[in-house]
């Protein structure tokens, strides 16, 4: 699925791998992952930390947070439509 998002074939993604080991090496390349996971991981974790740290804020403050819980609310029923849409649509 992602793939297919991406428009990347399967060939396209075997060039890709192949150049990525003929200049890194082959034993190099679970350490390369490894760094990626992490970076990746604390990117998330700084985001997380920042919505967490603008919702205290905006509470201590006592701005009224309940709109972006109902907007979440209409995204998260949105999506699942277009989930549902997108499902009926594949199956066809």
Request: charged share 30%; proline share 1%; glycine share 10%.
């Amino acid at each position: 699925m992602a793939l297919h998002v991406l428009f990347i074939s399967g060939a396209e993604i075997f060039f890709i791998m192949f150049i990525v080991v003929m200049v890194f090496g082959a034993d190099k390349i679970p350490g390369i992952a490894k760094g990626l996971g992490k970076g990746m991981r604390q990117l998330k974790d700084a985001t997380e930390d920042i919505k967490r740290e603008i919702h205290n804020s905006a509470e201590k403050q006592g701005i009224d947070t309940s709109i972006t819980d109902e907007l979440q609310k209409d995204f998260q029923d949105v999506k699942k439509k277009l989930d549902d849409v997108g499902g009926t649509i594949r199956r066809k």
